[in-house]
């Protein structure tokens, strides 16, 4: 089974102006674990998770006592200084807190490719992309149904028929 024929198409997306806040509005509105960051272009730039936003309130949460390391760690010059990494605990907007460069699948992908990369990447939704647009996004919920639909969709010895 292809990844296009379960993908969901046109996906919620944001841009990497749009504030925390609203991401995890839409978050929570939408009933969804991420949500992909897309430039002017329709360009895919990265993905906001809700476990992007739980390091946020866990990280903001902590008392100061209890968070001497961390800032010890994200000041220390033994740190590499250009890591370009997600801003979890001060960005304001979701193009400072996202996973920047996301694995993504194509809509010809076959199911088993996803079914690996969520164990693999330990992640809940991954984004579909062509030529670097996003063009939709598949969950681990789609796998499910595509496994309700059809119980060998995601065995990679099945004969094609």
């Given amino acids: 089974m292809r990844i296009g024929d379960f993908m969901s198409p046109d996906p919620c997306c944001v841009t990497p102006d749009t504030p925390i806040q609203e991401v995890a509005r839409l978050l929570v509105q939408q009933r969804i674990n991420g949500?992909?960051?897309?430039?002017?272009?329709?360009?895919?730039?990265?993905?906001?998770?809700?476990?992007?936003?739980?390091?946020?309130?866990?990280?903001?949460?902590?008392?100061?006592?209890?968070?001497?390391?961390?800032?010890?760690?994200?000041?220390?010059?033994?740190?590499?200084?250009?890591?370009?990494?997600?801003?979890?605990?001060?960005?304001?907007?979701?193009?400072?807190?996202?996973?920047?460069?996301?694995?993504?699948?194509?809509?010809?992908?076959?199911?088993?490719?996803?079914?690996?990369?969520?164990?693999?990447?330990?992640?809940?939704?991954?984004?579909?992309t062509e030529d670097d647009r996003l063009v939709g996004l598949v969950s681990r919920f789609d796998l499910l149904r595509c496994l309700a639909d059809d119980p060998d969709c995601c065995n990679p010895f099945r004969a094609d028929p």
Avoid: C
């Fill in 35 to 128: 949500v992909p960051v897309i430039d002017d272009q329709g360009r895919l730039v990265g993905i906001v998770t809700s476990g992007d936003l739980t390091h946020r309130l866990a990280d903001e949460r902590i008392e100061e006592r209890e968070a001497w390391w961390k800032e010890s760690y994200y000041r220390s010059p033994v740190r590499d200084a250009s890591n370009n990494g997600p801003n979890r605990t001060s960005g304001r907007t979701a193009g400072e807190v996202m996973t920047r460069k996301p694995v993504t699948l194509t809509p010809d992908d076959d199911m088993t490719v996803a079914a690996r990369m969520f164990l693999e990447h330990r992640v809940q939704a991954l984004p579909v």
